[in-house]
């Protein structure tokens, strides 16, 4: 019987214990998209408490907590941090099965050296040991993304963002990691929501050009993709809920551009003519930038309409989404090729029946110009779990190349969550490891060490290009 959590934790055969320990566990970490604050690295944030750290703004335990019957006060609500943290522990345990119980014994063991299973008995000792540490120099948030090992992160920025704190950060020459923005212009994007008018304006003040047409609205967003590209990004982040192609001719979308200015309402096929244009020329600029393009694609969000009036989006509402996608991607891709502005590209389904559809569709649009230009991206969101991983990771690997694969990010917004970099690891060394015992492939360590590496790492280093010595 084999102690929970111990070193080969996930680990099966020899072979996996050894691609682990040897060749993944101390590679760097390359966290090309996560939702971190760049105000609190810039600021060297400390934390009051373990709560302030641990549950704040993760909505994966809100959700956890909810299930278990656990009051919306001692959630998001009034209760104190310590309630809070002892509704966590009271959960945690009914969390068998679920990611999170691994997730949260990860996170104490590698940070705080807490070995301890975490439950009301051991709630008060785990309280008072966290909130010690969380006092002393090595709990900064700059002290915890340097003993995580992280080279670079690559944060979430609203189009319309100063990245005021990235410059800050980019001005301390002693912290040593790359703090880069990545451009996010859903807001933009999603023509139909409450408040485009208000952002539009916005943009309208930050780029310094008057938007009356859509030619102007097009002309602002290059302006800040300019901005944002001297300011070091080079990847941009897009949500696509409902996947979307609709032709259209430039006089049209100046028309819907128009009408949703008027605060009129717009049909479902010019919401997708003025998203398919839009997008595609996005795409032709981040192209002739060189950067990449993710697209998340398949999230279901606020679906309980009186949580979102009462805590706004991303509290833990949201769910997987089951349209079909093949027909619209496909076009939508094919439109950025045939315009020469296919850019790198990175494809993320949150429906994992769509693995094989994204897993042969990045083989459509490859064309030799870089290893891996189209990629299936990693299992995010409700995938990004021991069973997600392996069946992203085994679909890329029958459809395409694994060996080209970008491997893990956070995806988060806490501090703590580097340790999914170790998780996703342990599932990459295991799922090798085993087809290496079987016989599916070479017990090689030179081929398959080199393998492990280059996806927890090195590929993306050469993917994104983006110099760690400057």
């Given at each position: 019987m084999r102690k929970f959590m111990d070193d080969n934790f996930l680990l099966k055969n020899d072979a996996a214990v050894k691609l682990y320990h040897d060749y993944a566990k101390h590679m760097p970490i390359y966290d090309y998209h996560c939702h971190l604050s760049p105000k609190e690295?810039?600021?060297?944030?400390?934390?009051?408490?373990?709560?302030?750290?641990?549950?704040?703004?993760?909505?994966?335990?809100?959700?956890?907590?909810?299930?278990?019957?656990?009051?919306?006060?001692?959630?998001?609500?009034?209760?104190?941090?310590y309630e809070k943290f002892k509704a966590w522990a009271r959960t945690l345990p009914y969390c068998l099965g679920n990611p999170l119980y691994h997730w949260s014994h990860l996170e104490l063991k590698r940070y705080f050296n807490i070995d301890s299973l975490i439950n009301e008995d051991t709630a008060d000792e785990i309280w008072e040991k966290a909130n010690e540490l969380l006092g002393t120099e090595d709990f900064t948030v700059r002290s915890l993304i340097k003993r995580s090992?992280?080279?670079?992160?690559?944060?979430?920025?609203?189009a319309?963002?100063?990245?005021?704190?990235?410059?800050?950060?980019k001005e301390d020459k002693d912290f040593g990691v790359k703090v880069l923005p990545t451009f996010r212009p859903d807001k933009g994007l999603n023509i139909e929501n409450e408040g485009?008018?208000?952002?539009?304006?916005?943009?309208?003040?930050?780029s310094g050009i008057k938007i009356k047409s859509y030619d102007d609205f097009i002309d602002a967003l290059y302006n800040r993709v300019e901005f944002f590209h001297k300011e070091g990004c080079r990847i941009s982040d897009h949500a696509i809920d409902d996947m979307f192609f609709e032709e259209a001719r430039e006089e049209e979308v100046d028309t819907i551009f128009k009408k949703a200015l008027k605060g009129e309402k717009l049909s479902q096929v010019e919401l997708a003519q003025y998203k398919t244009m839009t997008l595609v020329k996005l795409a032709k600029k981040f192209s002739e930038l060189n950067w990449a393009m993710q697209l998340h694609i398949g999230a279901m969000r606020n679906?309980?309409?009186?949580?979102?009036?009462?805590?706004?989006?991303?509290?833990?509402?949201?769910?997987?989404?089951?349209?079909?996608?093949?027909?619209?991607?496909?076009?939508?891709?094919?439109?950025?090729?045939s315009q020469e502005g296919l850019p790198k590209t990175i494809l993320y389904t949150l429906n994992?029946?769509?693995?094989?559809?994204?897993?042969?569709?990045?083989?459509?649009?490859?064309?030799?110009?870089?290893?891996?230009?189209?990629?299936?991206?990693?299992?995010?969101?409700?995938?990004?779990?021991?069973?997600?991983?392996?069946?992203?990771?085994?679909?890329?690997?029958?459809?395409?190349?694994?060996?080209?694969?970008?491997?893990?990010?956070?995806?988060?917004?806490?501090?703590?969550?580097?340790?999914?970099?170790?998780?996703?690891r342990r599932v990459l060394c295991n799922l090798i490891g085993t087809?290496?015992?079987?016989?599916?492939?070479?017990?090689?360590?030179?081929?398959?060490?080199?393998?492990?590496?280059?996806i927890c790492f090195n590929n993306a280093v050469n993917y994104f290009g983006i110099k760690l010595d400057d």
């Open positions: 690295i810039a600021e060297n944030k400390s934390f009051k408490n373990i709560t302030e750290i641990w549950l704040a703004g993760d909505h994966y335990k809100w959700r956890a907590l909810r299930s278990n019957g656990i009051d919306e006060e001692y959630i998001t609500g009034g209760a104190s941090d090992n992280v080279k670079v992160i690559c944060t979430t920025d609203d319309i963002d100063s990245l005021e704190y990235h410059r800050q950060i485009f008018i208000q952002w539009v304006e916005k943009l309208s003040e930050v679906n309980n309409s009186k949580m979102f009036k009462q805590l706004g989006p991303d509290t833990g509402f949201d769910s997987i989404n089951d349209g079909n996608i093949a027909r619209s991607l496909s076009r939508l891709l094919d439109k950025m090729n994992a029946k769509d693995n094989d559809v994204l897993g042969t569709m990045i083989g459509n649009f490859q064309d030799g110009s870089i290893p891996g230009k189209l990629q299936f991206g990693t299992a995010w969101w409700f995938n990004d779990q021991k069973d997600g991983m392996e069946k992203q990771m085994i679909s890329l690997a029958n459809l395409g190349l694994l060996s080209r694969f970008v491997g893990m990010v956070t995806d988060s917004r806490s501090f703590l969550s580097f340790t999914r970099h170790e998780y996703f087809w290496a015992e079987e016989g599916e492939v070479p017990y090689d360590f030179d081929l398959l060490g080199r393998m492990v590496q280059d």
